[in-house]
């Protein structure tokens, strides 16, 4: 007797689990609402609070956003994604996620559909590294192709705009990325770069610099976005949530850590790695 189709709403995050289950380790690990949910979709199905968790607006950020680096470089752009501005078009159209949904499923038969299908207690392996790459640059040219999209994609490519692909001084790429990385924050009044790698009570201690807060100058401003996009996501995660005022007990919680500890390594290896970074750019 055939299965009967599961009915699941159309703006349901439901219809992205295929896409999280698609992701390579790697990647999941940066995630930690994604790094939370268990590999078996059973017990996704059947626990209230796991589904809470997937109808949460952080398991939506966290899968557009990893999805969206997947997806980004089949678009034949030269760069990272973070080397763009959210105002770039095909920033935008990196973070489709219905679309990408739509065609993993036509090109490997992976959707949602086919998780209800799985045995209750059954995990879902990682797939491989090599198969996701090649699958994703199948199913983002299979977009190009069915929306049109390469008309598009030529005239961004022929007459690109300065605010999207200057890579550090504009005014509205440095506004963009104070909105993209909380570095501006109502909750509390924000903090230098310095100051938010300086607690006296855990020990943790920023040696002296003559430069001015970075933000109070626009060359400070650009030398924090230099900065921080060597930085990895997680890290900048932390200094995102460090320059809005959160302790470091508040950012464990925030970001999936046990406890604070592990928060401070992490600024103190963000400490190491500028002072580093520092040193170039005097050079």
Not at 53 to 73: K, Q, R, T, W, Y
Not at 270 to 282: N, W
Request: overall charge negative; charged content about 25%; hydrophobic content about 40%.
């Amino acid at each position: 007797m055939p299965q009967t189709a599961v009915s699941v709403p159309s703006d349901s995050n439901f219809n992205f689990l295929p896409l999280m289950y698609f992701l390579p380790y790697d990647l999941i690990d940066k995630c930690p609402t994604l790094r939370s949910l268990p590999r078996c979709f059973g017990d996704i199905a059947s626990s209230d609070r796991l589904i809470d968790v997937v109808m949460g607006d952080a398991f939506l950020n966290e899968i557009m956003g990893a999805v969206s680096a997947l997806a980004f470089p089949h678009f034949g752009f030269s760069g990272w994604k973070e080397h763009y501005t959210g105002f770039f078009p095909v920033w935008q159209l990196s973070y489709a996620l219905p679309l990408w949904a739509t065609l993993l499923e036509e090109v490997t038969g992976w959707g949602l559909q086919r998780l209800f299908l799985i045995p209750r207690s059954e995990e879902i392996p990682f797939f491989e590294p090599g198969f996701i790459r090649e699958t994703i640059g199948k199913i983002v040219k299979r977009g190009i192709e069915r929306e049109n999209l390469q008309p598009i994609l030529d005239a961004v490519r022929e007459m690109p705009c300065d605010e999207d692909f200057e890579r550090y001084k504009t005014n509205v790429r440095t506004d963009f990325y104070r909105k993209w990385y909380h570095t501006r924050s109502k909750r509390v009044q924000t903090v230098s770069l310095e100051e938010c790698m300086k607690d006296d009570e855990h020990g943790v201690h920023y040696v002296e610099d003559l430069r001015s807060s970075f933000e109070d100058s626009f060359l400070g401003e650009d030398f924090c976005l230099q900065f921080m996009s060597t930085l990895s996501e997680k890290d900048v995660a932390i200094l995102g949530l460090r320059f809005e005022g959160f302790t470091y007990e508040e950012i464990a919680g925030r970001l999936g850590y046990k406890n604070h500890s592990g928060v401070i390594k992490r600024i103190q290896a963000i400490k190491r790695e500028f002072l580093k970074f520092e040193g170039r750019q005097k050079r």
